[in-house]
């Protein structure tokens, strides 16, 4: 069996998670191996997905760990001057 | 970088320790999530303000309900799915925002089709220092419809697992499959066309000295 390009297109997301059944995945591998856009498509999907899962892509705003904690550290202060309740379970 | 195995047992003992009467260590346990609360957030409500309101009462809701948590998943899922929570409670209050695509059923939609191009250089991961190349990221995730920026933030930006996407958004490994895919597809459509003429012309900008 032969795939054609734009059912290739359908595997491209399993194919980066290694999640299609072996003779699909190979069906696929031997495609690519002979089809400069297919291969052009996955190379250009996984090297978007190396981007998007980097650290860099969203940053942090200047304060805002500082901001959080104070918040944290109020909660946490009203929370030890509470009265111990006795459990609710 | 300690195995999540060893970080599972940390955390663990951390939250008896908290639930035992010593708070303080609150700030320890959520140290490491920080970015990742943050970033869940501003994947919704795409203000930066508003992301940090969305993350600090997602934190402040964890605290609250620490108690709940039953360890049956890891902390850090538990966590993005308080946030996730927190970032649709905003996105429904927020009236003017389109909310028909969250009904769309992903499953009947029509084909997406990648962009087509004959070579891909790789895109460094160097880029990312450039403002512009980080902005078109962003743009991208935001432009996908709500439905599809869930499973895209919690996969490929969270890097959580299927089964764990899938758990967190509550539905069947299958729909996370497919929309993930459509997903992707279309990130690929908007975004490889740009960040290969941002290359080029950093490119040739180099080249001139």
Redesign the interface.
């Known amino acids: 069996m032969v795939l054609e390009c734009?059912h290739v297109?359908?595997y491209?997301?399993?194919f980066?998670?290694d999640?299609l059944p072996a003779e699909t995945k190979e069906l696929v591998q031997k495609h690519l191996a002979n089809c400069?856009?297919c291969?052009?498509?996955l190379?250009?999907?996984r090297?978007?997905?190396?981007?998007?899962?980097?650290?860099?892509?969203?940053?942090?705003?200047a304060g805002?760990?500082e901001?959080?904690?104070a918040?944290?550290?109020r909660?946490?202060h009203a929370?030890?001057s509470r009265p111990e309740k006795p459990s609710e379970e | 970088m300690a195995d999540a195995g060893s970080r599972q047992r940390d955390e663990a003992q951390l939250i008896a320790a908290i639930l035992a009467g010593n708070?303080?260590l609150?700030?320890r346990l959520?140290q490491p999530y920080?970015?990742s609360v943050?970033?869940m957030a501003?994947?919704f409500v795409k203000d930066?303000t508003e992301a940090?309101d969305v993350?600090?009462e997602a934190?402040?809701k964890a605290?609250?309900d620490l108690g709940n948590f039953r360890g049956e998943s890891k902390f850090s899922t538990w966590l993005i799915a308080i946030t996730l929570n927190e970032a649709r409670r905003r996105l429904r209050r927020q009236t003017t925002v389109r909310m028909e695509s969250l009904d769309e059923d992903p499953e009947s939609g029509g084909k997406v089709?990648?962009?087509?191009?004959?070579?891909?250089r790789?895109?460094p991961?160097e880029?990312?220092?450039r403002r512009e190349?980080?902005a078109l990221?962003?743009e991208a995730?935001e432009h996908l419809s709500p439905i599809y920026r869930e499973v895209?933030v919690l996969r490929?930006?969270e890097?959580l697992s299927?089964e764990e996407t899938a758990g967190t958004l509550a539905i069947s490994i299958a729909a996370v499959?497919v929309r993930?895919?459509r997903a992707?597809?279309m990130?690929?459509k908007e975004?490889?066309p740009k960040?290969?003429l941002a290359n080029a012309k950093r490119r040739r900008w180099l080249s001139w000295y």
């Open positions: 734009k297109w359908d491209i997301s399993e980066l998670d999640s400069e856009i291969s052009a498509i190379d250009s999907t090297n978007i997905l190396i981007l998007t899962a980097d650290d860099r892509v969203f940053e942090l705003p805002y760990s901001r959080l904690h918040r944290l550290a909660e946490i929370a030890n | 708070r303080e609150y700030h959520i920080e970015l943050y970033r501003l994947s930066e940090e993350a600090q934190f402040l605290f609250r089709s990648p962009a087509l191009l004959r070579d891909w790789e895109i991961s880029a990312l220092e190349i980080r990221l962003q995730i895209v490929d930006v890097e299927v499959k993930l895919h992707r597809i990130l690929q975004l490889a960040l290969k």
